[in-house]
């Protein structure tokens, strides 16, 4: 490279701009796939996009969730389980990424122990800031992905009844009363 000329995307001159790239790109599949979301046409060229990437900064998280996420919506469960194993084999300890990993794999066992490590973190928050709704709504989810359905629900409804327009607090309830759980990464039907 001559003096004055900037760097191509393959060579990157920091680590701020591996990241800036790969969210470029993590931000382009999205859009892309938003736009053409019905068309199985695009599947491909909006993977490849996650996986360059991915390949521009191995570090950026939010590339292999979206990956993940794409990829299950598509039906390419292999693919996410590829994205979210990568992020894994990085980081052992991610249990966003873990419980994503048991739900593709269908291991109830290990989805209800990641989400029970996860509500000991959220316990702690909501004593730590009881007022606050968004804490409060999350720790309902993770009580009832954790296998206790009766206090999330008994929780679900104090919050219904102490905040009623609360759109969150409206999804929370709608979300942990369908039949099938809590959606497609927690306890929802996936495959």
């Not at 490849?48 to 390419?76: E, H, M, N, P, V």
């Not at 966003?96 to 794999?105: G, M, Q, S, V």
């Not at 909501?126 to 206090?151: F, Q």
Request: glycine content about 4%.
């Amino acid at each position: 490279m001559s003096i004055g000329c900037a760097p191509t995307p393959q060579q990157p001159r920091s680590p701020q701009l591996q990241s800036v790239n790969a969210a470029a790109l993590n931000d382009s599949a999205l859009v892309l796939s938003a736009k053409y979301a019905t068309d199985s046409l695009w599947t491909n060229r909006i993977l490849d996009l996650l996986d360059q990437a991915i390949a521009t900064d191995s570090t950026y998280r939010i590339a292999y969730w979206s990956k993940a996420s794409l990829a299950f919506g598509y039906g390419r469960y292999e693919d996410a389980l590829e994205a979210v194993d990568a992020w894994l084999f990085r980081h052992p300890h991610d249990d966003d990424f873990a419980l994503i990993r048991a739900e593709l794999t269908n291991n109830s066992a290990e989805r209800q122990e990641v989400a029970r490590r996860i509500l000991a973190r959220a316990d702690s928050l909501v004593r730590v800031r009881p007022e606050s709704v968004s804490i409060r709504v999350e720790w309902v989810y993770w009580l009832y992905a954790a296998g206790d359905s009766v206090t999330a629900l008994r929780e679900m409804a104090a919050l219904e009844a102490q905040h009623p327009d609360s759109t969150a607090v409206k999804l929370m309830a709608q979300v942990i009363r369908e039949p099938g759980g809590p959606g497609p990464f927690l306890g929802g039907n996936t495959h």
